[in-house]
């Protein structure tokens, strides 16, 4: 069956009966790197660490190319909501907010005819209140015994309750209850549900539930080779930028966070820091595993489970120590890669493998597709993935050739430069402009702007940065071509900063 045949209503009215229309659960981590999930391969596929999401992508579609646009949690998570980019959502930082009015995705799915809710890690400041139930964290939450902020009596944000006390009740857990509770006990059963189920886990600091702490205790976590081999990578004279596993940031490093013994060698030092970094995130992964596994059980025995899409995403990817780097906001392929699998039996063949170029920006236009909307706001800047889906992995002859991304934050946090760049199937190209912008919390420190660009055909783990190199400049050329056109068409071209323009023309 096609997924075309069931889309029959539009975003104002909802006109298809609901038994005709799938119910969506979408799953959102936060910094769950692509690489840190066995289906996708890589180095930690052999600890096994997401046996569950392994079966999601086993029995539905798993996309290979899907990307985020700005690595960091409130613009990522702005850019779902909306179908934009951080320049047009006006969502460009942690410090920025985007106004319920502005929540595309949750109107048109209310407009569709859902039974709608938002469950878990919110992160966008303002009360998610164009979703029928929410329950969420306040900003970034807490791991053990969270309080979340309900719709209630009281009006945001003092509209709180406390779940757990003295057992430690972690967050995964917490959210699962919630949601499995929300849809046991749903208002309008006759409509179709949409659940937003989002952890907040494994973002940092990695603080696992009890049951795992001995999880892979006595196993040694495989390292990256570019945790020790640096190439030509980046900038050589710059040690500071980027937060690092071992001492090369001195000013912050997971050795801090981790609580190595200072006294330890240079390298022992790095080693220590990489193993139980690795070892608390795939902890805090395994937590989040083990509660898909519930919500799988629930709607297996409600016999909702085929009726259901299942969408399994996180808000952007993160560096597990790879060029020594932790954390995220790098356009490099660790940070800027998304995990993003799809099940629906009744549409999408088990086992389908997608390559096309897909970015989060895509993701509001598809789910509203799922859900029967026929004319997509105009203000959505992705497009939806139903096309692909349909054709077990066929992109439209249209499709884009290159993936836009853009990180404003300068120098905040973990010391990343203010950014942005193109990605093809085979070739990526950034220009590191460091300079604050107008952008909320970005740092006034300003850096030599310098270009990196990779051939990820021959170097995929971008080891070597071959802007300089005279066998590359026509690529060169064409790729600044494809970033100067993309800009322009997604109407990013600031006009505004004469500094920034500068350093292009």
Not at 145 to 152: A, I
Request: charged content about 25%; overall charge neutral; some cysteine.
């Amino acid at each position: 069956m096609k997924i075309g045949l069931t889309l029959a209503i539009s975003f104002i009215a909802a006109t298809t009966q609901a038994a005709d229309k799938p119910n969506i659960l979408y799953i959102m981590s936060d910094d769950h790197a692509a690489h840190g999930i066995g289906a996708y391969g890589g180095r930690l596929a052999a600890m096994n660490p997401t046996p569950t999401i392994d079966r999601l992508a086993q029995e539905g579609a798993i996309f290979r190319n899907a990307f985020c646009i700005n690595s960091i949690c409130t613009p990522s998570r702005a850019s779902v909501l909306t179908g934009q980019y951080s320049h047009t959502s006006g969502v460009k930082t942690l410090s920025d907010k985007l106004p319920p009015e502005r929540h595309t995705l949750a109107h048109g799915m209310n407009a569709a005819g859902y039974e709608t809710a938002m469950i878990g890690k919110w992160h966008l400041k303002v009360e998610p209140s164009a979703f029928d139930f929410y329950t969420v964290l306040p900003g970034q939450g807490a791991y053990f015994n969270p309080t979340f902020r309900v719709r209630g009596p009281h009006s945001w944000p003092k509209n709180t309750i406390t779940v757990g006390g003295y057992d430690s009740k972690h967050s995964s857990d917490a959210i699962t209850d919630i949601s499995l509770k929300w849809l046991k006990n749903r208002k309008e059963k006759d409509k179709p549900f949409f659940l937003m189920h989002h952890f907040k886990a494994p973002h940092d600091n990695f603080e696992n539930a009890e049951r795992y702490d001995f999880l892979w205790e006595n196993t040694a976590i495989p390292e990256p080779e570019s945790l020790w081999v640096r190439g030509n990578h980046g900038p050589q004279d710059r040690d500071q930028y980027g937060t690092s596993v071992g001492k090369r940031n001195s000013r912050r490093n997971m050795g801090d966070h981790m609580f190595i013994d200072d006294a330890l060698t240079t390298a022992e030092y790095k080693r220590e820091a990489y193993q139980r970094y690795l070892k608390k995130f795939l902890r805090c992964v395994r937590g989040v595993d083990d509660n898909i596994a519930r919500l799988l059980k629930h709607l297996e025995k409600t016999g909702e489970l085929d009726n259901t899409v299942i969408i399994y995403t996180s808000d952007q990817g993160f560096m597990l120590g790879e060029h020594d780097y932790i954390d995220k906001r790098w356009m490099y392929e660790e940070s800027l890669r998304m995990p993003l699998i799809i099940r629906y039996p009744k549409a999408i063949k088990a086992g389908t493998e997608i390559t096309a170029l897909v970015n989060e920006t895509d993701f509001a236009p598809s789910l509203l597709e799922l859900a029967g909307v026929t004319e997509i706001p105009d203000t959505i800047q992705g497009r939806s993935l139903i096309p692909i889906l349909e054709s077990g992995g066929q992109e439209p002859a249209d499709w884009r050739q290159a993936t836009y991304y853009r990180y404003w934050m300068n120098m905040t946090h973990h010391d990343n430069p203010a950014h942005y760049g193109i990605r093809t199937k085979t070739h990526k190209l950034i220009l590191f402009y460091g300079l604050p912008l107008d952008a909320k919390g970005a740092l006034q420190d300003k850096i030599e702007p310098y270009w990196e660009l990779y051939d990820l055909q021959s170097d995929p783990h971008e080891m070597n940065n071959v802007y300089n190199n005279p066998a590359y400049t026509k690529i060169q050329k064409t790729l600044k071509t494809l970033l100067k056109e993309t800009k322009l068409k997604l109407g990013d071209t600031d006009e505004q900063y004469p500094a920034l323009k500068a350093l292009v023309n």
